[in-house]
């Protein structure tokens, strides 16, 4: 790990402007994945700005029905948060489906929605990478991509984004609240918030430097039934190969996203039409454009027979 400097900030608007000050500075909160990073010098922060005495670890009801959560929640409370667990069931199963129940204990909810990515020669420095060292490459690409990216990916990068949080949070149409270097405030919807790949993979999301997240809006409840199934090589501790998050109101209809197949959590929401029709026609649309290899290939059926264990599911309930 390289040497780093450190301070801890006393409001958002103060570490927005201390991250700003100090060109690749990172905020820390848990650091379940950034001090990982740092250990292995995939990231090399000079300046690390702390976070976790700003108060942002609250959940609160929203003005339009909706719930607060703040940037600092940890994983663990949002999962059992009661109006969470009643309202926004698919946040909670897609939590605890996610990692352990340790580290679920000291991740943030921004930090959920800022992991970077598992993909194998992200990790090995001594591979090519555009998302870790820019215009060096893409070792992937003609690698072993069995966990890798089928869809909205590029020449340049074909990694997985692997939050499970995010998944159910992109489904759900989440607001994420930020404040910026100078004090002003924006809400991204989260549609807007992740980036593909294309030519920049390392620009993975839509933050200007130093913005920080400060909380997450939850809209008004969809109501319908909520599933998150995860498909993964174990039963525990292990990333999506796929996940299929979804509502299903009783006529049918719905919306679904998915995990492990793209840069970020998948949603196609023209593709949702068809989910009264079945899970054929809805894997149709959200993977229209699908370019897959012989090592991930198995993920196009995969997709197609989890959503329908889903549906079948909501049929029955």
């Known amino acids: 790990m390289k040497a780093f400097t450190y301070q801890r900030a006393r409001t958002p ?13 990172r905020f820390i909160a848990g650091g379940t994945n950034l001090l990982d990073l740092m250990k292995l010098e995939i990231e090399t922060p000079p300046h690390l700005v702390d976070v976790n005495g700003l108060g942002l ?14 940037a600092l929640v940890r994983n663990t409370d949002l999962a059992a948060d009661a109006r969470v667990r009643r309202d926004y069931a698919v946040l909670s199963r897609a939590l605890l489906a996610g990692a352990s129940a340790q580290l679920r204990n000291k991740a943030t909810t921004a930090g959920n929605l800022l992991q970077r990515t598992r993909c194998p020669y992200f990790y090995d420095t001594n591979m090519a990478c555009n998302k870790r060292k820019p215009g060096s490459g893409c070792s992937a690409i003609g690698g072993f991509t069995r966990q890798l990216a089928i869809v909205g990916h590029s020449e340049a990068c074909i990694a997985t984004h692997p939050s499970d949080m ?41 933050l200007a430097p130093g913005e920080l997240i400060t909380a997450v809006t939850l809209p008004k409840p969809l109501g319908g039934k909520h599933y998150y199934h995860k498909v993964r090589d174990r039963s525990s501790y292990a990333f999506a190969l ?54 991930n290939a198995f993920k196009v059926p995969l997709v197609q027979r989890t959503l329908a264990s889903v549906l079948a599911d909501a049929r029955q309930a």
């Open 166 to 206: 995010a998944v159910a949070m992109q489904l759900l149409d989440v607001g994420v609240e930020t404040v910026r270097p100078d004090g002003s405030a924006r809400t991204i919807p989260i549609a807007d918030f992740y980036r593909l790949p294309g030519g920049t993979p390392h620009i993975e999301n839509t």
């Open 242 to 295: 796929v996940s299929v998050a979804a509502v299903v109101q009783p006529d049918g209809s719905g919306r679904v996203a998915l995990g492990g197949v793209a840069h970020r959590p998948w949603r196609v929401p023209a593709a949702e039409a068809a989910m009264p029709r079945g899970a054929q026609a809805v894997t149709d649309g959200l993977l229209a454009g699908v370019r897959v290899t012989s090592d």
């Open 57 to 70: 670890d609250r959940i609160a009801p929203a003005q339009d029905g909706g719930l607060r959560v703040g």
């Open 13 to 25: 608007a103060e570490a927005a402007a201390a991250a700003a000050q100090h060109p690749g500075a």
